[in-house]
């Protein structure tokens, strides 16, 4: 049996950043991951001469003030070099109209957003005064959802007048912050809002909430901002790990946390975990748990039979969706009129198509070669629910599918691919573990948002849940939020109630 003051299960971007957190403030962290390496949604894989991006492929805070920068400058690490995404993204409608290139500088974006969406103006002003007053009160790292008296006296602190009046807005969609503003008719907006708030949010203009989804909506503009990472995503996982190093975090790859106990002789946290050859134990005051929440249905058995009514919650989360990524590369000669690193455009099969295409000489493919990198959402029981045969076929056809509409979107010819492959749920469930390959968090509707999330804070004292399903939401920044407030809510456990970056 192995003792650390605090064992953090899953090394993705969440469990590294907590592990670093509070390796830092001098506390004994094992932090034990089922892969070979770190990063898991965010991580990447090597194929012949090419680094692919699993899942993430952009970067949202890491400019000055931002969650990875506050974060890397506590730990005292350097930064991973980045260029900022400028246009972040240009979406196609595929209606005969012109594409649309979100634009990093403020009025570049307000004028392109009064070509393509005339009329529209008073919508972006209302999420841009929603989104400044969510900028404070993150800023003022507020505790949420509320389970306790600390928490609660962290909201307050972190509550600004403004957030007073954008409250009422609590159990609002963006939809009536379109209705609001005349607009709710505007399908060409609609359309593009939909595809934009999938990305980010997992939901569309009716279900999204007002508060969160004016946020996303602002976070490729001056100054926040997307980055483009040089090398790889990795470079985000090798810096938070080049700090464990530093403060002696005990870091433990291919080993599969396999259940979680409550040692009621040594009054803590039993964590068993077993490599291909051994098994180990882990025995800890407090655990932070990185996987999602679901998973604790097969890790927490015992614990949970006493807590039906948190096995509920936990059994009734809404289904996540699954992802299917096309990895491709190509010499950047043979794609056509590309002018940014990430393309979303409508797909009359997939519903939408995100694609990322990496820098040439960026790292990931040989000189004069790019990577390029698409992805659709899919419901996972498609994929789990075959037998082999159909399975393969699905795939395949897929791949197929997915390679035309690439070839007819950017002028690429069929003979020109140097490399192609694809993941499904299931490729994804063998790679984070996620069970059934979920992969992003919570659709942030305004029933699962904010006040109304999971809390890190568990119904068992010295267990919390840290990640994507975790306030404030997905992404690299969404799970770096949800670390430093894991981070903060165990030091304050531990007396230290102050701490802040
Ligand atoms: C296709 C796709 C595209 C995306 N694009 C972007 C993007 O461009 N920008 C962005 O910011 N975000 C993006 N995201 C979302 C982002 O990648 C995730 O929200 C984020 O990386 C999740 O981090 P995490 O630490 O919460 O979870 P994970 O990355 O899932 O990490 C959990 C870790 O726990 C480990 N683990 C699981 N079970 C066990 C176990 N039993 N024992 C031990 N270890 C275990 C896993 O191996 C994994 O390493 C994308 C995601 C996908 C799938």
Redesign the pocket.
């Known amino acids: 049996m192995r003792k650390s003051e605090i064992v953090v ?9 907590s592990a670093a957190i509070l390796s830092k403030q001098g506390f004994s962290v094992t932090l ?4 070979t390496q ?6 990447t894989f090597k194929r012949k001469n090419y680094i692919f ?8 805070g890491l400019e000055k003030g931002g969650i990875h920068s506050r974060i890397f400058d506590f730990l005292d690490i350097p930064y991973p070099e980045a260029t900022i995404l400028d246009p972040a993204c240009i979406v196609d409608l595929n209606d005969g109209s012109k594409p649309i290139p979100i634009w990093y500088e403020n009025s570049k974006w307000l004028t392109e957003q009064e070509i393509q969406f005339p009329g529209s103006r008073k919508f972006w002003q209302l999420c841009t005064l929603i989104h400044q007053s969510n900028w404070i009160f993150a800023k003022n790292n507020p505790v949420l959802p509320i389970s306790n008296f600390w928490d609660f006296s962290q909201l307050l602190k972190a509550l600004v007048p403004s957030n007073f009046v954008t409250g009422i807005l609590l159990k609002s969609t963006i939809f009536d912050l379109l209705r609001i503003c005349g607009l709710s008719k505007n399908e060409r907006l609609i359309k593009f809002l939909n595809l934009q708030l999938k ?1 980010y949010s997992q939901e569309d203009v009716h279900n999204t909430a007002a508060l969160y989804g004016s946020t996303v909506l602002q976070m490729c503009q001056k100054p926040h901002g ?1 980055w483009h990472l040089k090398k790889s995503m990795q470079s985000l996982s090798e810096a938070l790990e080049s700090s464990l190093r530093k403060t002696g975090v005990n870091l433990i790859f291919g ?4 259940s979680i106990n409550f040692d009621d002789v040594n009054k803590c946290w039993k964590v068993s ?1 077993n490599s291909r050859e051994n098994s180990f134990t882990y025995l800890s005051k407090d655990l932070i748990y ?3 929440p679901q ?1 604790l249905l097969k ?1 927490l058995k015992d614990p949970l039979k006493r807590k039906q009514s948190y096995k509920n919650r936990l059994n009734n989360l809404p289904a996540p969706s699954g ?1 299917v ?1 096309f990895y491709s590369a190509l010499k950047k000669e043979h794609i056509k009129n590309i002018s940014s690193n990430h393309y979303q455009f409508v797909s009359n099969e997939f519903g939408s198509l ?1 694609v ?1 295409i990496s820098e040439d000489g960026d790292g990931r493919a040989p000189k004069g070669e790019v990577t390029l990198i698409a ?1 659709i959402f899919t419901k996972t029981k498609d994929w789990f629910d075959l037998d082999n045969q159909n399975y393969l076929k699905k795939k395949k056809d897929f791949m197929k599918k997915i390679s035309l509409e690439l070839e007819s979107q950017f002028d690429i010819d069929s003979e020109n691919w140097l490399h192609k492959e694809l993941a499904t749920p299931l490729g ?1 469930e063998k ?4 069970p059934n390959g979920i ?3 919570l659709g942030q509707n305004p029933e699962i948002f904010g006040l109304f999330g999971l809390s890190s804070r568990t119904p068992f004292e010295g267990l919390w849940l ?4 975790i306030y404030p939401g ?6 770096s939020e ?1 670390a430093l407030m894991v981070s903060r809510q165990i030091l304050a456990s531990k007396g230290i109630e102050n701490f802040n970056l």
């Open positions: 299960v899953g090394a993705g971007i969440a469990g590294l950043t034990i991951e089922s892969h770190s990063g898991g949604c965010a991580g991006d699993v899942g993430a492929t952009q970067v949202a990305l997307l080993q599969k946390v396999n975990a990185t996987p999602p998973s890790h992802a990524v995100f990322s992805s994804f790679w984070t573990n996620r992969v992003g968090g840290c990640g994507d399903s997905e992404g690299t920044a969404g799970v949800s």
